[in-house]
């Protein structure tokens, strides 16, 4: 166990409907795997949206003992946070600088990620650290190129960066026009470090490392290579409780609406678990994509009818004989089941996943 803390909670674990349990030492083992991969650049930690909404303080700590240094947020509210936990890490605040919000950034001595001239403008008078985001075709935030020779004369920033649009997919020709971008972009701000590649950018074969990495949902073990296996640790494990099981017979449905109808008798288990929790409405049976699936000890089993707001509903009849009994936990996220087929499962993507998983999950971090 570890002296992160968990949740305002004295329920015992036996009395928790689902718990979510973060595996702080797959985080550390991933974060190490990535700056290994990155190849002598500084491997940065992302921490935007409560570090994926695994918990930013205790993800942090975890990866400040494993040597990180570097953070990225994407707001001033989450970088105070961050300040909290580290007086010494740089913290970059992705957002940037929203108007009159100058010194309160550089109260808690937070670096903004300046994407416009207005904003290069309104920070540069204070002399303080600021990086600088060069749009190469995001069209998100960032600086229009042809604008950088005008920020190059108005302020030197720490960093130069940009995002890729499409990095999960190797051969599209976007990443090669966007690192050549940027390679000629920053001509413009000679001797300063640039950074480009998010988890995915990590792994492409132009190894367009640079000098700093900034890797998010690999750290919390979602595949940066989707269309190969996944190099990292699963991170998030989820398991919920059975509250009831019930037998129906050929032709009875399940759920709002009927959506499923049992072909053959069916013994199926309610679990404690719904939208409300982050389980996706897209997870509900749907044709034309292959039903979401919890593990009943450790056979899969299918979710049937639809997703509601505090509950799903598990098809268990092909589960072994006692695992599918009130009281009994069923695992949706963890070593067999990860946040990319969940994700596929539920048609979103696995950040989604991870940034929805609910605030009335027990969280244990281990
Ligand atoms: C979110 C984000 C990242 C991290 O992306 P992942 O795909 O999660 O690794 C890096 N850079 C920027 C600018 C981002 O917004």
Redesign the pocket.
């Known amino acids: 166990m570890s002296d992160f803390p968990t949740p305002a909670t004295d329920r015992p674990e036996h009395c928790e409907n689902a718990l979510l349990t973060v595996d702080l030492s797959a985080l550390r083992q991933n974060w190490r795997l990535l700056a290994d991969f990155s190849n002598g650049a500084e491997c940065s930690g992302?921490l935007?949206a409560n570090a994926?909404g695994l918990g930013l303080e205790p993800v942090m700590r975890a990866l400040l003992a494993e040597g990180c240094r570097t953070f990225?947020v994407a707001t001033a509210a989450e970088g105070e946070r961050a300040r909290a936990v580290s007086e010494t890490a740089a913290i970059y605040v992705?957002e940037g600088l929203p108007p009159d919000c100058g010194e309160l950034i550089a109260r808690a001595r937070l670096i903004p990620v300046l994407g416009s001239l207005e904003e290069i403008a309104e920070w540069a008078p204070s002399g303080l650290d600021a990086a600088v985001?060069l749009d190469t075709g995001m069209n998100r935030m960032g600086l229009p190129l042809e604008q950088t020779l005008g920020a190059a004369s108005a302020i030197r920033p720490r960093l130069v960066?940009s995002?890729f649009v499409t990095s999960q997919t190797p051969n599209d020709p976007l990443n090669e026009r966007q690192i050549a971008a940027l390679a000629a972009a920053r001509a413009a701000f000679p001797g300063i470090p640039a950074s480009l590649c998010?988890?995915?950018g990590i792994f492409l074969p132009h190894k367009p490392l640079l000098e700093l990495t900034?890797?998010?949902?690999?750290l919390f073990g979602?595949n940066?290579t989707p269309r190969g296996p996944n190099p990292m640790k699963p991170v998030v494990r989820l398991r919920a409780r059975i509250l009831a099981t019930r037998d129906i017979a050929a032709g009875e449905t399940v759920g709002y609406d009927a959506t499923w109808t049992a072909t053959r008798p069916t013994k199926l288990a309610t679990v404690g678990v719904g939208y409300a929790d982050g389980v996706p409405v897209g997870a509900s049976t749907a044709p034309g994509k292959p039903p979401a699936e919890a593990l009943v000890g450790g056979r899969r089993c299918p979710l049937v009818g639809r997703v509601s707001m505090d509950f799903i509903v598990l098809d268990v009849t092909e589960a072994p004989p006692g695992a599918a009994r009130r009281g009994e936990w069923v695992e949706l996220l963890g070593d067999e089941i990860g946040v990319d087929e969940l994700a596929t499962r539920s048609r979103t993507i696995g950040?989604e996943i991870l940034t929805r998983l609910g605030p009335r999950y027990a969280r244990r971090y281990v």
């Not at 900034?214 to 690999?218: D, E, I, T, V």
């Open positions: 992302m935007k994926y990225f992705l985001q960066m995002h998010n988890s995915s900034r890797p998010g949902y690999a979602g940066p950040y």
